[in-house]
């Protein structure tokens, strides 16, 4: 079982950037995909903001691209998310996600709140 631990979530001026931190308690190079999940507020759903795998392949939601990048630290053991020109839309908890490839398995962090406003 992994367990996933986030942080860096606050509050931000739109065009502002923030910093989000994900801890697991495996090594994140046994870990084949570690990704940054967005639940906005009253949302229905989770919805991929990005994603990096053992091999450092990379995938951004259109809405994050340009905007946001995310890097794994094998060192810290850490998936960072860097966030640049956040807008209010952006606002919502930010959820790590962890998905091991054998056997398949899904691991879910508690979340961490990012807010863009005024």
């Known amino acids: 079982q992994v367990q996933l631990e986030e942080s860096g979530g606050g509050w931000v001026q739109p065009g502002g950037s923030l910093s989000l931190s994900c801890r697991a308690s495996l090594p994140i190079s046994t870990i084949y995909q570690v990704g940054w999940y967005r639940q906005a507020v009253l949302g229905p759903q989770r919805a991929l903001v990005a994603?990096?795998?053992?091999?450092?392949?990379?995938e951004y939601a259109d809405s994050a691209k340009g905007r946001f990048a995310i890097s794994r630290d094998n060192a810290e053991n850490t998936v960072n998310l860097q966030m640049n020109g956040l807008k209010p839309e952006d606002t919502g908890v930010y959820y790590c996600?962890?998905?091991?490839?054998?056997?398949?398995?899904?691991?879910w962090g508690k979340g961490t709140l990012v807010t863009v406003s005024s």
């Open positions: 994603s990096v795998t053992d091999r450092d392949g990379t």
């Open positions: 996600n962890a998905f091991l490839d054998y056997p398949p398995a899904n691991y």
